[in-house]
């Protein structure tokens, strides 16, 4: 047994070496990049539609509560995928899955463009969201592989920095582009990136190396042999449970607010054209962008997950909170704060470095895939049941700045839950 046990320390000494090497210079940033460029072309075709909401109401007949249930279709698409996701990613690695899903996203933009009734669009966001389910574990997944634990919040930051960029454009330069050219044209050329960003990812995103296939296999012999060994280990852990319901509640500002609904609120309570609006969305995005890679550079170098999500949680609810007093802000406040809302909820991508931390290598897929459920989860009943509240404030559809701040008092109250209950997470940084 001793000699056994020495054979299989070297073994993983030998693996460590040749991953340290494998690690270093740029191919790793490439792969990752590549695999990364597809959540943000899956965070813009997300997002688009709010920069035409008022049009497809218009032609589809929608009231508010219904354009919600017919875009947070994606979410119901995406969310239950993430369980599929997470373990397929864990067996089979990322280049053929997620090319392969991101034909069946640019498909679903193809399908939402030609719609020319609910139920088609309505297929359209499905689609959509199936193939999206992929975009954001796969890119995590890619950077488990090809950076050491030591970066992982600083990437899975700038992973959610580049989805958000994404959404950013699909924001004011989408709205640009449609006034200019239309809203089926743009859909159109949505659905060609997703081929490309296809291409890209098969053509260049390596298979899994054997040295992370044997360091796996070296952490859990078992984990070759059974498929949901990973998805029993992170559902019996309560922790990944807490940490799920914290990254949903720090979420809602952009898969809620920035998602459908920020530009019409903007616009009415800053009283600036629609165009304006949606520039000044974009400043939400932005401010995402910046903040996941700071604050998850912050809590690499600290050496701590718990205080940053803490901070950043807890100043993002004081900025949503002050963005109800919109009516009475000057417009510039206005986008100041919602720059400030997105980059303090940039903390809510450490989450994901928690869930990695949590669990062993055979299951760092299903733990992120985990998370990221509950995250789409609630866009998926929060966008419906906001648009529930605006109908129940109004009898028209033109919505009035008091109809608005009725819905959005539960976001920095959702925010501020979440905040609060990372007071119970374990630090996983200390491992």
């Known amino acids: 047994m001793p000699h056994l046990k020495h054979s299989i320390t070297n073994e993983v000494q030998a693996a460590k070496r040749v991953a340290q090497h494998a690690r270093r210079g740029i191919f790793p940033w490439l792969y990752w990049g590549i695999a990364a460029s597809f959540y943000l072309y899956e965070f813009f075709a997300r997002v688009a539609p709010s920069t035409f909401e008022g049009q497809i109401q218009k032609n589809f007949s929608l009231d508010a509560s219904e354009l919600g249930f017919v875009m947070g279709l994606y979410y119901l698409a995406y969310a239950p995928m993430q369980l599929v996701v997470g373990i397929a990613l864990d067996r089979f690695g990322s280049r053929r ?5 991101a034909i069946i996203a640019g498909l679903g933009c193809l399908v939402f463009a030609l719609a020319d009734n609910v139920s088609t669009l309505a297929l359209g966001r499905i689609m959509l969201g199936i193939g999206s389910s992929f975009a954001y574990v796969g890119a995590v997944y890619v950077a488990t592989v090809w950076f050491p634990r030591k970066r992982l919040a600083l990437i899975m930051g700038m992973t959610a920095a580049l989805g958000t960029i ?35 990812i098969f053509v260049i995103v390596p298979r ?14 078992e984990s070759t042999d059974n498929m949901f060994k990973g998805l029993r280990e992170v559902v019996v852990n309560r922790q990944t449970w807490l940490v799920a319901i914290i990254s949903l509640l720090l979420y809602v500002p952009i898969s809620t ?12 309570a800053a009283d600036v054209p629609k165009e304006s609006a949606a520039w000044a969305m974009t400043m939400l995005f932005l401010g995402f962008a910046a903040g996941g890679p700071i604050l998850g550079l912050l809590s690499d170098r600290l050496n701590l997950r718990r205080f940053p999500i803490l901070l950043g949680g807890a100043l993002s609810a004081f900025s949503m909170g002050m963005l109800l007093l919109a009516p009475s802000l000057p417009f510039s406040v206005t986008v100041i704060l919602l720059i400030s809302t997105g980059f303090f ?24 895939a985990f ?11 929060l966008q419906p049941a906001f648009g529930a509240v605006l109908d129940s404030t109004s009898s028209t559809s033109t ?17 501020l839950i979440g905040t609060i209950l990372s007071f119970w997470l374990k630090e996983t940084s200390e491992k």
């Open 399 to 415: 919505y009035t700045v008091a109809d608005y701040q009725n819905a959005f008092v539960l976001l920095p109250i959702s925010i």
């Open 345 to 368: 909820a940039g903390a809510q991508a450490i989450t994901f470095a928690v869930a990695v931390e949590q669990h062993g290598t055979f299951c760092r897929a299903t733990a992120v």
């Open 97 to 101: 899955l997620l090319s392969s899903a």
């Open 257 to 268: 607010f920035g998602a459908l609904w920020g530009i019409s609120y903007v616009s009415t």
């Open 166 to 200: 994404g959404a950013a454009l699909g924001e004011a330069p989408l709205r640009e582009a449609v006034q200019k050219y239309g809203s089926a044209e743009a859909m159109y050329t949505a659905a060609l990136a997703g081929l490309a960003i296809s291409i890209l």
């Open 371 to 381: 998370v990221n459920f509950f995250v789409m989860l609630g866009g998926f009943l």
């Open 208 to 221: 899994r190396p054997r040295w992370f296939l044997k360091l796996a296999k070296l952490d859990n012999p």
